[in-house]
């Protein structure tokens, strides 16, 4: 067993760095190509980690998508879909959100000490909870997921959840696509927010693949050493 999973931070913006817009409306980025790939991607995977503001924003389900590939995972001894993995500092998560009522699979919230008591209260048996301390730190949470077996994870969003395990050091692949668009607008969020980062105009990515997905692009980066 690793110290902790290989992790893989999967994101859609548009040409300006955006990941959504500032409507009540889920701003849709890619197209049914990089949606195939995406789930490609989740059915190699042991586990999908979103923050809680996707959760209350989008209402993912986080399910592997083709029954061939769900197929596959359960002829391998898998579970259908990967384990589901959140983050929530406050501990305001609907227990109804798809997050955890999609899907038949393990659920995990990390959160922080404070919080955990009245998280377990209202999510009952929806989730395991875990209280990482003061703060939810990635490193603690990916040594956790070690722990439990999670080998490959998958980071899909949001800003905070991209800046916080960037920002650490902690993603071994970088799956970037860009949407033949922008979106120009201020209160949209990006796909980062500012943070000190280990990679620099100094200290660049190595670029790794590229692959035209209809009118997107996917640009795969890996961390220098």
């Known amino acids: 067993m690793t110290d902790r999973p290989y992790v893989l931070l999967s994101v859609a913006t548009s040409l300006d760095g955006y990941i959504d817009d500032a409507s009540a409306e889920r701003l849709v980025l890619s197209n049914d190509e990089d949606l195939d790939r995406v789930d490609e991607v989740r ?121 916080m395990f960037l920002a650490a050091g902690l993603v071994d692949e970088l799956h970037l696509v860009l949407a033949p668009f922008f979106v120009g607008d201020e209160r949209a969020p990006r796909f980062v927010n500012p943070a000190r980062f280990p990679q620099s105009s100094s200290r660049r990515m190595a670029l790794a693949e590229t692959r035209q997905l209809g009118d997107c692009v996917l640009l795969r980066y890996v961390p220098e050493p």
């Open 43 to 163: 059915a190699g995977v042991d586990a999908i980690l979103v923050g809680a503001s996707t959760i209350r924003a989008d209402d993912p389900r986080l399910l592997v998508r083709s029954a061939d590939r769900r197929a596959k995972r359960l002829a391998d001894g898998r579970p259908g879909s990967p384990l589901k993995v959140t983050v929530t500092a406050r501990g305001d998560l609907d227990p109804d959100a798809q997050f955890f009522t999609a899907g038949d699979g393990d659920k995990i919230v990390y959160t922080t000490t404070g919080a955990a008591p009245e998280l377990e209260r209202r999510l009952a048996s929806a989730a395991v909870v875990v209280g990482l301390g003061p703060e939810v730190a990635p490193g603690a949470l990916l040594r956790d997921l070690a722990a439990r077996g999670v080998e490959r994870l998958l980071v899909e969003g949001g800003s905070t959840m991209h800046t």
